[in-house]
């Protein structure tokens, strides 16, 4: 039985909502048989997934080689991959809502019931009952634990600045998937990415105690690092007007790559921007980025270096050689 038009987008869909699904850490035993079920429902569903899958699969290595530029075509038009003709017609934006639903629906970290949220391009001020505040980064969560022994916070993703009142009494610790951060002093920044802590030190010192047991006693002014469950990397020096630019809406590089500035830009959009052309990636960028619209910066990037950016719909960008 050949499906109608609208039938067979539906087994798109789905298809793509089961990519995301399954890309998810908290997949349960009941959506995965789920899953199964939906599969052998129809050939239909069977092929649908065939093609969103290897789709997904192939994007990491997408090239402009394997698209359709249309030079004559408007910039907002969507390109058709050449391999994968049912869907031309969709073309890339695939890629981008099954990016967008896999970062919407099920994000990286365990925030569901955080105390305070931050939205992607979002920062926000939060005042505690201390009298210590916190500005969360883009797409970062934080709960809150006071008693009388201590003052808990729980980065459960993201990044957050802290400005913390004095209590001798009751330590300020903030607590990440690799340690936990003490402060000793004033101002400090903490982000926790994939596993992996970076703390920059803006105000006296924080103690640093891996999951592990290994201890950095004093992460002084001017200082940064990272560490993991398992160990503490070496200390850097850091420029503070550098690493807080963030907390006034602007991010600062100089003589980065343009894969690192990406990566950066990547966290305030509400989309996903990829480069697709290795040959691009380690060129350098010198230069401030407002975070309120990223569309500026990559045009900005496209204008000072030899970068084409196109723009799709959902929200994603590929960046290529000119």
Not at 219 to 241: K, M, S, V, W, Y
Request: hydrophobic share 40%; net charge neutral.
């Amino acid at each position: 039985m050949t499906l109608s038009r609208p039938e067979q987008d539906a087994a798109d869909r789905q298809a793509m909502e089961w990519q995301a699904q399954l890309s998810s850490d908290r997949l349960s035993e009941a959506q995965r048989l789920a899953f199964e079920n939906w599969l052998k429902q129809s050939p239909e569903n069977a092929a649908a997934w065939r093609s969103v899958n290897d789709f997904w699969t192939g994007l990491d290595s997408l090239t402009l080689s394997d698209l359709y530029l249309d030079s004559a075509a408007s910039p907002e038009k969507t390109p058709r991959l050449r391999s994968k003709p049912r869907f031309r017609q969709a073309g890339l934006a695939l890629a981008a809502s099954v990016l967008l639903l896999a970062g919407a629906v099920y994000p990286k970290f365990d925030g569901y019931l955080a105390d305070y949220r931050a939205t992607t391009g979002e920062l926000r001020t939060i005042a505690l009952e201390d009298g210590s505040t916190l500005l969360l980064n883009t797409a970062s969560a934080m709960s809150v634990d006071y008693s009388p022994q201590q003052r808990l916070i729980t980065l459960h993703g993201g990044e957050a600045f802290f400005t913390v009142a004095p209590d001798p009494a009751r330590p300020f610790v903030v607590a990440t998937e690799a340690g936990r951060v003490e402060a000793l002093g004033t101002a400090f920044d903490v982000k926790e990415t994939g596993g992996t802590t970076e703390v920059t030190v803006f105000e006296h010192a924080v103690k640093i105690t891996t999951c592990d047991g290994e201890v950095k006693e004093k992460l002084a002014q001017g200082q940064h690092l990272q560490f993991r469950r398992d160990r503490i990397n070496p200390t850097a020096r850091i420029d503070l007007q550098h690493a807080g630019a963030w907390h006034r809406r602007r991010l600062v590089f100089q003589d980065r790559s343009l894969a690192e500035v990406v990566a950066e830009l990547d966290r305030y959009r509400p989309g996903k921007i990829l480069i697709i052309d290795a040959a691009i990636e380690k060129l350098p960028i010198t230069g401030v980025f407002g975070i309120a619209d990223t569309d500026v910066a990559l045009a900005s990037i496209e204008q000072s270096l030899p970068v084409k950016v196109r723009k799709l719909p959902g929200g994603l960008a590929l960046l290529s050689a000119k």
